[in-house]
């Protein structure tokens, strides 16, 4: 069974960092082919695709994450990271973890109902 568990998320202000973690069991990205994201939902607020990352370690951003974020992963903890530097008042919200084992498209457009597994979420909170 696979489960993701996202961690790391808090209170900062703007200018400062987090780096979020997603812990993956039942699943290892030496696997196979896959696609796992980082989104990010606020109150009011669409939900947002933030960043991904494939299984041939090639990666995407949102607009307003280029320059700033980082996804990455550690193959030897099977965990998922989301290095967040320079945060905005605006980057306030719940990220969430996302994994899809059936790839058929891998990017901050891919929709939600591609992945076939999430997270909890995370609650980052920036203030001015």
């Known amino acids: 069974q696979v489960q993701l568990v996202e961690s790391g998320g808090g209170s900062v202000q703007a200018g400062g960092s987090l780096r979020v973690s997603c812990g993956v069991s039942?699943?290892?990205?030496?696997?196979?082919?896959?696609?796992m994201a980082w989104h990010r939902q606020s109150p009011g607020k669409k939900s947002e695709g933030v960043a991904t990352?494939?299984?041939?370690?090639?990666?995407t951003y949102a607009d307003s994450a280029k320059g700033r974020f980082t996804i990455s992963q550690d193959n030897a903890k099977n965990t998922l990271y989301l290095q967040m530097n320079n945060l905005k008042p605006e980057d306030t919200a719940t990220y969430s973890c996302?994994?899809?084992?059936?790839?058929?498209?891998?990017?901050?457009?891919?929709?939600?109902?591609?992945?076939?597994?999430w997270g909890q979420g995370t609650q980052v909170t920036v203030s001015s």
């Open positions: 990352i494939n299984w041939y370690g090639s990666t």
């Open positions: 996302a994994l899809d084992l059936w790839v058929t498209s891998c990017s901050v457009a891919t929709p939600r109902d591609n992945y076939d597994y």
């Open positions: 039942g699943f290892t990205f030496t696997g196979g082919h896959y696609c």
